[in-house]
């Protein structure tokens, strides 16, 4: 099993910045990807950005150029740094873990922490 903390959400105005941090613990050795996703009241969860294992980097289109994830291995940790934040922003951001391949694939989530755009 893999728990994952976040912390970082809160409110704040356009064009504004967050920094959202996910702290890995357990069987962190088992991990390979590790990135965020986030859910706007109504919509589906989709990826806001990921770390895959090797070093490859996927954002949403919607981020890139506004957010960067960055992933420390030594300390278990992924961090989104959120630049130029819009209201469409807002969302519960969940950090997401995972692990294992094809049929064994396992995918770990964080509790949420809510980021909040005013205008």
């Known amino acids: 099993q893999v728990q994952l903390v976040e912390s970082g959400g809160g409110l704040v105005q356009v064009g504004g910045s967050l920094r959202l941090s996910c702290v890995a613990s357990g069987r962190i050795f088992s991990i390979n990807d590790m990135g965020w996703y986030r859910q706007a009241p109504g919509k589906q969860r989709e990826l806001v950005a990921i770390h895959i294992s090797g070093g490859r980097i996927n954002y949403a289109d919607s981020v890139k150029g506004r957010f960067t994830i960055s992933r420390d291995n030594a300390k278990s940790t992924v961090v989104l740094q959120m630049n130029s934040l819009k209201p469409e922003d807002t969302a519960a951001y969940y950090c997401?873990?995972?692990?294992?391949?094809?049929?064994?694939?396992?995918?770990?989530w964080g509790q949420g922490t809510q980021v909040t755009v005013s205008s």
């Open positions: 997401y873990a995972g692990s294992g391949y094809g049929s064994s694939r396992l995918a770990y």
